[in-house]
């Protein structure tokens, strides 16, 4: 493994002075008290939201223990924290850290731990915990957690509610076939959400009456009556629809999936004066052309209903967001004007040509679908465009975007699988965020947009195109390149946060900004070497067939040690605005 100086934008290049970091531990205490005393806390909260796990270990091992700014690192280190094993617990308690949200899965040993450290548990704010049975999980109740926001049990016969931590927000049941009769009831105080599958008769569960949410699996029957405050809930392959079901006038949210026996007409009719949100999917015989929705719904989902035709249904004056994923629809029509996101993957529609979309219109996913040419559509002010496609419909795809008119506005714009070739011609919104294309032909001429964060490249199975050749704007944060010749270049990408390459040829050269690196490639032998400057988060380096050299070999056993994973990367910090 060739581990050289930092590459990517030199201090030289940018005509800055270059960095000199503290050699010692003194200096860096020094550094540190100076940064508390020019930055208020908060500030530095936020610069530490931009440095990755490894950066923030590194300046907590060269603090001493009582310095402010070290016990800050410590709080970001384990703001989330996922146990898999024990040296995770020790290393926390080592760092007398106090955790945000810890997840884990029941075991004795994590248990026995933290009843010997009760100083470091009575520092957790938070707990999920997963425990598979057959487990005693009643210990859990002797562990002086803060809170419990989550327990899932897997693999229940029976269940007694007083068996569990009276602090739980959220319970997750899962029985198995073989249960007992045993009634359920007197419910821990705090309870708001309820998950149960598989319960053969729900005449034996008294529903707690504070539940806020509710979610239903594979249950035979359901409850005529409902607590009075739930706003959420969530039926899917119920054994047998009750004929009648009094919904709560609290309720806001309701999904129901591949349920047997489902009456659609006379639940739509039947739907409380509140609800903002309405799922319906699978539903065995289809909608009626005549159904009308209440006005009060913002949010419509009607996934693989057997729909045939928009122009019938009764769309809601208020609705924002509709799903129609897996219909027959072959033409968009009726749409209601208030629309901002519309989704309609997976319906046989094979032209934008003649639709009218709403002028309010934001974000339009329509990946499946198997279009052939954007010629001639005017598109609203979209900020989202999805028209990806699997490699398997290549053969039906679009060829030219040339004369595509995207709007100014675009800011994601997402077209894998669709073989165009006169990418050359094409005219990209500027202010385009993300990209996601294949390219048919040579790439190293394509004016990528000047502001692009993410880029996803296919290019040509033949990896023949240098990836050195590609005008890549130094701006990205995340790149995702298949195929494609490498070698040993400068790709002046600073900000370049996560970095995949697929089936690609030659020695990889890795920017010093990169923390997430993935490498796949068909045969080892393909990936003749790497050089780093920089240990990362998190590297993944496979193959199918054959094994790496010795140089790949020694860096993928760097990475084998299994790791906490943080729940926030720059990426997500930064582009939230079109999640």
């Known amino acids: 493994m060739a581990i050289d100086a930092p590459i990517g934008h030199s201090a030289e290049k940018r005509n800055e002075s270059p960095i000199v970091f503290p050699t010692s531990g003194q200096e860096l205490n020094a550094m540190a008290d100076v940064l508390i005393d020019i930055f208020p806390l908060d500030v530095v909260g936020n610069i530490f939201l931009f440095m990755t796990k490894k950066a923030l270990r590194t300046l907590c091992d060269g603090l001493s223990n009582d310095s ?21 617990l020790v290393e926390a308690a080592n760092d007398n850290a106090h955790v945000g949200t810890m997840q884990l899965r029941y075991t004795d040993e994590f248990l026995s731990f933290f009843k010997g450290n009760p100083t470091f548990t009575s ?16 210990l859990v109740k002797e562990i002086p957690f803060q809170s419990i926001s989550r327990v899932c049990l897997y693999g229940l016969k029976s269940f007694e509610p007083s ?27 705090s309870l708001t959400s309820l998950n149960i599958q598989g319960h053969n008769d729900v005449g034996l569960i008294e529903l707690p009456q504070g539940l806020r949410e509710l979610s239903c699996q594979v249950l035979k029957g359901l409850w005529e009556l409902y607590p009075p405050k739930l706003a959420k809930l969530e039926l899917s392959r119920l054994k047998l629809f009750p004929n009648l079901i009094l919904f709560p006038k609290s309720l806001h949210e309701l999904e129901i999936s591949a349920c047997q026996g489902l009456d659609v007409e006379r639940i739509v009719a039947n739907l409380p004066p509140k609800l903002k949100k309405l799922c319906l999917a699978y ?42 994923n897996g219909n027959r629809i072959k033409k968009l029509e ?61 053969g039906q795809c679009i060829k030219s975007l040339k004369n595509a008119k995207f ?32 390219v048919k032909g040579k790439p190293q001429n394509i004016s990528f947009p000047p502001e692009l964060e993410l880029l996803k490249l296919i290019l040509s ?5 240098q990836l050195s ?32 390459l697929i089936n690609i040829k030659g020695r990889v050269n890795v920017p010093s900004s990169v923390s997430k690196l993935i490498i796949r490639v068909g045969v080892a032998q393909w990936l003749e070497g790497m050089t780093i400057s920089r240990e990362m988060d998190d590297c993944q380096i496979t193959c199918r067939h054959g094994n790496f050299n010795e140089e790949v070999t020694k860096l993928i056993e760097c990475y084998t040690v299994e790791r906490m994973t943080p729940t926030l990367n720059l990426r997500e910090f930064k582009r939230r605005r079109i999640s």
């Open 469 to 500: 050749q590609l005008n890549l704007p130094a701006t990205l944060q995340e790149l995702h390149i298949e195929n494609g010749k490498c070698s040993e270049f400068d790709w002046n990408l600073p900000d370049l946060q996560n970095l995949t």
């Open 334 to 394: 009726n749409l209601p004007q208030s629309l901002k996101v519309l989704h309609v993957p997976g319906c046989p529609i094979t032209s934008f040509n003649d639709c009218e979309f709403p002028s309010l219109l934001r974000e339009l996913y329509a990946y499946g679908i198997l279009l052939t040419s954007l010629d001639g559509v005017t598109f609203p002010d979209l900020e989202i465009l999805d028209i990806e496609i699997t490699p398997k419909n290549a």
């Open 461 to 465: 199975n033949g990896r023949t195109s």
């Open 123 to 138: 520092n957790i704010s938070n707990v999920d915990i997963l425990a598979l049975l057959p487990c005693d999980y009643t």
């Open 407 to 438: 709007p100014n506005t675009l800011l994601s714009l997402r077209a894998y699988g669709h073989h165009v070739g006169d990418y050359l011609e094409t005219k990209f919104p500027q202010g385009l965020l993300e990209l996601e294309i294949s």
């Open 163 to 189: 068996s569990v931590p009276q602090n739980v927000k959220l319970l997750d049941l899962n029985f198995l076939f073989d249960q007992s009769s045993e009634k359920i009831k007197e419910w821990p105080p």
């Open 283 to 324: 539903t065995f015989g289809g909608l009626a052309s005549d159904l009308e929705f209440p006005d009060s719904i913002e949010v419509l989902e009607l996934r693989s209903c057997k729909i045939e035709s928009l122009e019938v249904l009764k769309f809601p004056k208020s609705l924002i967001k509709l799903k129609l």
């Open 68 to 88: 402010v700014l070290r016990q800050h690192a410590i709080s970001e280190i384990y703001k989330h924290m996922r146990v898999t094993t024990l040296d995770q």
